[in-house]
């Protein structure tokens, strides 16, 4: 096929010969939805059928080709005994023995005196070679006598029809226009798209990663999702909004009144989103800061700024007790004559409806609560920006549908507290501007960390009876066990048990089926001081400040990866006592794990541990990643391609710099399923 058609590549796999509803299905089942999601099945391996042996030179327990000749059939007549066809050429005999299947099968494909190609694997049983279910049968010796892909199966689908099937795609492959700079396919040796993707299926390649075939599909990956990001920026930036004019004076009187100094990143961070308060486009911006580094004051010191220029503000947090924490914060911080209110799905009805006629009113400065506050019902009379905390659930998309919904005078900022490698964030977050708060405050001392086998579990028993004698609260985190698809809770109930045993009416227990109420209930009695001891399955709420809880103890922890670690050890250490993370183990440690316990001992930076842990996991298991809903790369890898995600971000900024027209891109958008919100912001 010589057409410049890339609509050839989103059709339909009914499209192909050889596929009908049945292997359909069975593709589909397994994601792949049209022509060019086939092509990322890559082989795994290869056998090499070019070489023909005769009866005689055939080497047991390989897989071998050999032409011959069928000379007699045996079908027996007694069930599960298998269907025998005695083959010969001028050295000898071979036996091809089929289990499950039919005579006419069999003699359709080996008829006798006619010679035929096969290929299997040789075994010699009784004196004789043997080929059981031959993989490959054909009257045509060509067909066989070549390389063939052995893919990563498909239930249902048989090598055969998967070879005859990309065979066919890379056969028809459209001639796509080059959408690249000379500069760019310079880099890769000016390999176009197509031969790229001819040379990916190449049985000799596989396993090619530094070819220059290869780089070229990865950085048409990762540019793909970079140009994206640009567009949104981009249209974003084009929004015109009235500025935000306010002096400083309160946000300045309030940092005065803090038992604290702001940190250095805490004051860049201010800086930047004031000046994009009083810029005239809207702000669209990523507030990212490492566990405890204080994200939360720097947020709500922009809200005072927005609320002294005349707009009010949206603080939406991810569970309603940490939108209540956030509305007691900023009672604690602002003067009176700043009207807060809180949106709760608890409150009455009544209660509601006052609100929601406050804020139409302009009767309310600023707002907390969870997603609710995003309901149509709830509308402003004047909103000028929208804080989202903990904001990882959304992706790119409900970003876009957030900042609309604000209206052109809206600003966005958005938080996170979940420290990932830069190349994730350029990924993730690269339709946003970004400020990163890495330092903690100086009052934090820093969490003290041990490993300790399961076997010594008296003395942490010890540990734990002289912190709760020092009236001190503790953390037991137990993670979930998956059995076939089950998920248990027994190993928490069993702790909760086996604690309040030796510390009784002082443990309370979360898990996945506590629902939300109740989990509200028993949160709040331990942030209360009415239970010493926590146990829980779930990862307990990010951002969540128990300043009395200085010790959590996380069972099996090598099922968590250090990021998650990381995380869970930020639940303690809020307050101004020294704090500890005891790690258990069932057994003695790998070297791996060795090594990841020693990181998280010796580091109390998430940046710097994210990126260690995505070297030790990859990058599909970090918890941004995880989280943020983005179509995982079919070849780009963040740690093993980190050169080519710079690149790309090059490229963007060149593109952006010069206002190139993106056109030629459009293909590459289509193919790579980025067009759908490319045409939402066209």
Not at 331 to 343: G, Q, R
Not at 379 to 397: A, P, W
Not at 570 to 593: D, P, Y
């Amino acid at each position: 096929m010589n057409n410049n058609n890339h609509n050839y590549l989103l059709s339909d796999l009914s499209k192909l010969k050889g596929v009908g509803k049945k292997i359909e299905n069975l593709l589909k089942k397994k994601g792949i939805n049209n022509i060019f999601d086939l092509l990322w099945k890559l082989p795994k391996s290869y056998t090499d059928r070019s070489f023909t042996s005769k009866i005689k030179d055939l080497k047991i327990s390989d897989t071998q080709t050999v032409s011959v000749t069928p000379y007699k059939y045996s079908f027996p007549r007694i069930r599960n005994l298998p269907n025998k066809v005695l083959c010969k050429d001028e050295t000898g005999d071979l036996e091809c023995v089929f289990f499950n299947s039919y005579e006419g099968y069999i003699k359709k494909i080996l008829p006798i005196g006619k010679l035929v190609t096969i290929s299997g694997k040789v075994s010699h049983f009784r004196n004789k070679y043997q080929i059981t279910n031959p993989k490959y049968v054909s009257e045509n010796e060509e067909l066989i006598k070549s390389k063939h892909n052995e893919y990563s199966l498909t239930e249902g689908i048989t090598q055969n029809i998967y070879n005859k099937i990309i065979n066919q795609i890379l056969a028809n492959l459209p001639n796509l226009n080059e959408w690249h700079s000379a500069n760019i396919c310079k880099l890769f040796k000016n390999i176009s798209w197509n031969n790229a993707i001819i040379e990916l299926h190449k049985p000799e390649n596989i396993g090619k990663y530094s070819s220059d075939f290869y780089k070229r599909l990865v950085f048409d990956e990762i540019f793909s999702s970079f140009l994206v990001n640009s567009e949104i920026r981009k249209k974003i930036k084009k929004i015109k909004k009235q500025k935000k004019i306010f002096n400083l004076k309160g946000q300045n009187k309030i940092i005065s009144k803090l038992e604290f100094k702001l940190t250095n990143d805490q004051t860049k961070a201010l800086i930047e989103i004031n000046k994009d308060l009083n810029s005239p486009n809207k702000m669209f911006r990523l507030l990212q800061g490492d566990v405890g580094s204080g994200k939360t004051i720097v947020s709500l010191l922009a809200a005072l700024n927005c609320i002294n220029s005349g707009f009010q503000v949206a603080f939406m947090a991810p569970t309603e007790i940490l939108a209540r924490q956030h509305y007691n914060l900023a009672k604690n911080l602002f003067s009176k004559n700043i009207s807060l209110d809180l949106l709760s799905s608890k409150s009455e009805n009544k209660i509601k409806k006052e609100t929601l006629k406050r804020l139409i009113d302009n009767k309310i400065d600023l707002v907390f609560g969870t997603h609710a506050i995003f309901q149509t019902k709830v509308k402003f009379k004047k909103l000028g920006l929208v804080i989202i905390d903990e904001q990882h659930k959304f992706g790119v998309n409900q970003r876009k549908k957030l900042s609309d919904k604000g209206g052109d005078n809206c600003d966005v900022l958005l938080m996170s507290a979940t420290p990932i490698p830069r190349t994730l964030t350029m990924t993730i977050y690269g339709d946003m501007d970004l400020s990163i708060i890495r330092e903690k405050p100086k009052s934090r001392k820093p969490v003290i960390t041990y490993s300790k086998l399961d076997s010594k579990l008296d003395d942490v028993l010890k540990f734990i009876k002289k912190e709760i004698k020092n009236d001190n609260q503790v953390f037991w985190v137990c993670p979930l066990i998956e059995e076939s698809k089950k998920i248990d809770h027994a190993s928490a109930v069993a702790k909760y048990n086996f604690l309040s045993k030796i510390f009784p009416n002082q443990v309370a227990l979360l898990h996945g089926k506590t629902d939300i109420d109740e989990k509200e209930l028993i949160l709040n009695k331990f942030l209360n001081k009415e239970y010493k001891i926590l146990v829980s399955t779930t990862v307990i709420e990010v951002g969540i400040d128990f300043p009395n809880a200085n010790v959590i103890v996380i069972e099996n922890s090598n099922k968590f990866g250090i990021s998650q670690l990381h995380q869970l050890r930020g639940r303690v250490g809020r307050g101004h006592k020294q704090s500890t993370c005891i790690l258990m183990f069932k057994s003695n440690l790998s070297e791996n794990a060795k090594k990841r316990i020693n990181i998280l001992k010796n580091s109390y930076d998430g940046f710097e541990i994210s990126e260690e842990d995505m070297k030790l996991r990859g990058y599909g298991d970090i918890l941004g990643f995880k989280q943020s809903g983005i179509k995982t790369f079919k070849l780009a890898d963040p740690i093993h391609n980190s050169d080519l995600f710079k690149i790309a971000e090059k490229e963007i900024k060149r593109i952006e710099n010069d206002n190139e027209d993106i056109s030629n891109f459009k293909p590459l958008l289509k193919l790579y399923d980025r067009a759908d919100i490319i045409n939402d912001i066209a």
